[in-house]
């Protein structure tokens, strides 16, 4: 499924999530593309991403969160996903999905955390609160408190987690 996801927007690589599925319809069809969104869409909710700092390895991504990601970004374009009528666990799973993004938070993170401050600032301090255990030589450390700082405009940024 990752290499479908890949597929989807070869032209992306910032991202894990793509922005359009048009790449793999000309290339496999519009079934398959299909197939592979509605896949996705179900995807995320049967999958619970491991927070930056609770990871073995650093620095990796499990394809469950690319599958995920890519689940939830295209149910949010297509308007399946109203991020005010999430429950608060499928705020929780969608957060955990979030903050594992490359590059930055994914596009519907904002949404987010404006319809649900309290638990979204719940999973960043999390996150932070893990980063500040890490030991002294760990190379791989730029994880979700970087991504505050390049990224943390209003309402998901810093002052969340005061």
Same mark, same amino acid.
């Given at each position: 499924m990752v290499e479908l996801i890949r597929e989807a927007d070869e032209k992306n690589s910032s991202q894990w999530t793509p922005s359009t599925w048009t790449d793999l319809e000309k290339k496999r069809g519009r079934w398959i593309a299909n197939a592979a969104r509605r896949g996705c869409k179900t995807f995320?909710?049967?999958?619970?991403p491991e927070l930056p700092h609770e990871k073995r390895e650093p620095n990796t991504t499990?394809?469950?969160i690319i599958?995920?990601? *890519?689940?939830? !970004?295209?149910?949010?374009?297509?308007? /399946?996903?109203d991020a005010a009528h999430l429950t608060p666990d499928e705020v929780r799973l969608a957060s955990r999905y *979030?903050?594992?993004?490359?590059?930055?938070?994914?596009?519907?993170?904002? &949404?987010?955390? &404006? *319809?649900?401050?309290?638990i979204v600032g719940e999973i960043l301090s999390e996150c932070v609160q893990?980063?500040?255990?890490? &030991? /002294?030589?760990?190379?791989?450390?730029?994880?979700?408190? !970087?991504?505050l700082v390049w990224h943390g405009e209003s309402p998901t940024g810093m002052e969340m987690l005061m």
């Amino acid at each position: 499924m990752v290499e479908l996801i890949r597929e989807a927007d070869e032209k992306n690589s910032s991202q894990w999530t793509p922005s359009t599925w048009t790449d793999l319809e000309k290339k496999r069809g519009r079934w398959i593309a299909n197939a592979a969104r509605r896949g996705c869409k179900t995807f995320w909710r049967r999958f619970t991403p491991e927070l930056p700092h609770e990871k073995r390895e650093p620095n990796t991504t499990a394809n469950g969160i690319i599958v995920g990601l *890519a689940g939830l !970004q295209a149910a949010f374009d297509d308007g /399946e996903i109203d991020a005010a009528h999430l429950t608060p666990d499928e705020v929780r799973l969608a957060s955990r999905y *979030a903050v594992n993004e490359m590059n930055g938070f994914t596009r519907w993170f904002p &949404s987010l955390a &404006s *319809a649900h401050p309290g638990i979204v600032g719940e999973i960043l301090s999390e996150c932070v609160q893990g980063e500040w255990l890490y &030991s /002294e030589d760990r190379k791989d450390v730029h994880d979700v408190l !970087q991504r505050l700082v390049w990224h943390g405009e209003s309402p998901t940024g810093m002052e969340m987690l005061m």
